[in-house]
């Protein structure tokens, strides 16, 4: 499942967390990748111990939390802190797979189960610089609005084409979710966004509501890794 989540950061958020990055230390984005992700990737990328990364990873973090659209989607179990890339003019990363494994600063292990990119410029910022996702026999080139989320199973080849104008920065990170298996999420979240409406249209008690959220949680209950 590939989801569109608008506005995880509102305008005044993404210009604050603009002002921060542009007052930051870049360094080579090759410096974070592994051997073979190394020979496609070519941007900056902010180191993970600098302040304005935990900063702004920390309201990016606080942010998801109060987002429902993403926590019905992605039912996080464990999300690793947010790192931010800058793409300029002629850099890129080429087609490649993200790691099973991710490691956190500290240490701590969390397989990969949905990547996030959140959006902190805007389409008009910058020329190029399409985030391509490979998935169901198509190629999806994706440019969002500055703080829009794009989550996608971890599992898909993807690449940031090269920028011809301007910059391009972004923040992204991966998750763990509680429940593993892509295509039960999917059912998950379509089930629990169907249960939201109705609720909506006939009222938290009505008996259909009732109902399809008993059958929500045992679907949960069942499939979840916890």
């Known amino acids: 499942m590939m989801l569109h989540i608008p506005q995880v950061l509102n305008l005044q958020q993404v210009v604050e967390c603009r002002h921060a990055l542009e007052q930051a230390q870049w360094i080579d984005g090759r410096q974070t990748a592994g051997p073979v992700s190394a020979q496609v990737k070519n941007n900056l990328q902010l180191p993970l111990d600098s302040i304005e990364a935990q900063q702004i990873g920390q309201m990016i973090l606080a942010a998801l939390e109060r987002n429902t ?29 993200d790691n099973a494994v991710q490691k956190s600063a500290g240490g701590e292990l969390l397989r990969s189960d949905l990547s996030a990119s959140l ?47 301007g910059t391009r920065l972004c923040a992204f990170f991966w ?30 008690g009505h008996a ?14 069942q499939w979840a890794d916890i």
């Open 69 to 97: 659209l993403f926590m019905s989607a992605a039912l996080p179990r464990r999300v690793l802190a947010p790192r931010f890339n800058c793409h300029q003019v002629g850099q890129a990363y080429g087609l490649h797979v």
């Open 119 to 165: 959006f902190l410029s805007g389409p008009d910022e910058y020329a190029g610089g399409e985030l391509e996702i490979v998935a169901s026999l198509a190629t999806h080139s994706i440019k969002l609005a500055a703080g829009d989320l794009l989550l996608y199973p971890s599992t898909s080849l993807h690449q940031v084409c090269p920028v011809t104008r």
């Open 175 to 204: 998750l763990q979710s509680m429940v593993r298996d892509n295509e039960q999420r999917q059912l998950l979240f379509e089930l629990d966004q169907s249960v939201q409406q109705l609720s909506r249209e006939l009222g938290n």
């Open 208 to 221: 259909s509501v009732l109902k399809l959220s008993g059958v929500y949680n045992n679907l949960v209950r």
